[in-house]
């Protein structure tokens, strides 16, 4: 019961999804706007539910026309796993919905023009959600897939473009579509979210950056960088990935240098400083061997 407070009490309505409640009443679709809001809710909670399995503090929960946004206390250092099962708990919630929309669909409690717009109403939000756009659930399994293959830096920025293109299209389909207030509605609220985590991607590196300096260990594979003993510590940081703590290497047989020890030097305002000059510590073993062109 605790739980369930706790994850009521963090849920927010953003200011566009009122907008789209707004409409849906002021044109006599009262129905259709209440199903709207418990299907989004009921989506959130999906998502919400993981992050308290696995102990993840949730700052807020905000509900969006087409979905919503868990905001949690995460630098990007978190397991993949764990924030694709996250991202993938909202939308299977749709499942169980429309499955159950089907069982009663019919009965006195639900009429068959119930279930008929209540499915409508789960498949559009739910096929909405998993485009490949930022902050929709299918925009952060892209992401969550970069990050899985590149470097976090390269990844986030990769994620982003790939947003805003998807984006474009999606802007682009909708000039020989009829008008839908409510599309344009949700499409510019997608517009101004890209381009502020445009804006905040270095914000969003300098906290991943933080967070591993500041954590006393890295539970996660090693991977060993093989990298020039002039890369100074600022390029050297954009070669750190998520889900992986990291030993340098340098070349020919120039030493190891650890990921904490960039981390320290890059907080000490070393930028510039090669990372050969960095070298205190005997090599280490048991390495993933990864070269770096």
């Known amino acids: ?30 129905r259709e706007a209440l199903m709207l809001f418990a299907i989004v809710f009921i989506h959130e909670l999906g998502h919400a539910s993981v992050a308290v399995h696995y102990g993840w503090k949730i700052r807020k929960i905000e509900l969006l026309p087409f979905g919503g946004v868990a905001e949690i206390e995460d630098s990007g250092n978190k397991p993949i796993k764990q924030e694709v099962l996250l991202v993938l ?3 299977l919630q749709h499942v169980w919905m429309i499955g159950a ?21 789960n498949l559009v939000i739910l096929c ?20 899985e293959r590149l470097a976090y830096k ?16 999606i802007c682009i389909a909708t000039l020989f579509l009829p008008f839908h207030l409510n599309l344009y ?9 890209n381009y502020l985590e445009w804006k905040q991607r270095h914000y969003r590196f300098m906290r991943f950056l933080t967070e591993r300096e500041a954590l006393p260990t890295i539970h996660s594979p090693e991977t060993e960088l093989t990298v020039s003993p002039s890369l100074i510590v600022r390029d050297a940081v954009n070669l750190l990935r998520r889900g992986h703590s990291h ?11 650890t990921e904490k020890d960039v981390l320290q030097a890059l907080f000490n305002r070393k930028l510039t400083e090669p990372i050969k000059d960095l070298i205190d510590k005997p090599p280490r073993v048991n390495s993933i061997r990864t070269k770096v062109q």
């Open 1 to 30: 019961m605790n739980n369930m407070w706790s994850l009521i009490s963090v849920i927010r309505l953003n200011p566009f999804f009122w907008v789209i409640i707004a409409i849906g009443i002021i044109t006599g679709y009262f």
């Open 89 to 91: 708990a909202g939308p």
């Open 101 to 121: 929309s089907y069982l009663f669909a019919g009965t006195a409690i639900w009429s068959q023009s119930n279930h008929e717009l209540f499915l409508w109403h």
């Open 128 to 147: 909405f959600n998993l485009l490949p756009v930022l902050p929709l659930d299918g925009g952060r399994l892209v992401q969550l897939w970069f990050m």
């Open 154 to 169: 390269k990844a986030h920025k990769s994620s982003i473009f790939s947003s805003v293109i998807a984006l474009c299209l």
């Open 185 to 193: 509605v949700v499409l510019f609220f997608l517009v101004i979210n």
């Open 247 to 257: 030993l340098f290497t340098m070349q020919p047989g120039h030493g190891q240098v």
